[in-house]
Nanobody, 111 residues
Framework: QVRLVESGGGLVQAGGSLRLSCAASGNIFSINAMGWFRQAPGKQRELVARITSAGGTIYADSVKGRFTISGDNAKKTVYLQMNSLKPEDTAVYYC?????WGQGTQVTVSS
């Protein structure tokens, strides 16, 4: 069993920054294969960024150059640094690993 808890969401003006954190606990030994997804109202959940099983990173085209995913294996925590935020980044952001999901954290970017 794996538990994922997100934090760090909030309200920010366009152009601002936020850092999300996802703390994992339970039967997990590596932050590899963890990722961030988001879901805006009326839209499907989409991949934002993830750490691959090999330790590489993948980003959605819409966030490349603005968002950075990183992690700390010792803390079993994954981060999502979000810079140059846009109103279209507004969504609930979820942390995920395999079939496990966190409860989500709201990110709202005002114009």
């Amino acid at each position: 069993q794996v538990r994922l808890v997100e934090s760090g969401g909030g309200l920010v003006q366009a152009g601002g920054s936020l850092r999300l954190s996802c703390a994992a606990s339970g039967n997990i030994f590596s932050i590899n294969a963890m990722g961030w997804f988001r879901q805006a109202p009326g839209k499907q959940r989409e991949l934002v960024a993830r750490i691959t099983s090999a330790g590489g990173t993948i980003y959605a085209d819409s966030v490349k150059g603005r968002f950075t995913i990183s992690g700390d294996n010792a803390k079993k925590t994954v981060y999502l640094q979000m810079n140059s935020l846009k109103p279209e980044d507004t969504a609930v952001y979820y942390c995920s690993r395999e079939h496990y999901w966190g409860q989500g954290t709201q990110v709202t970017v005002s114009s």
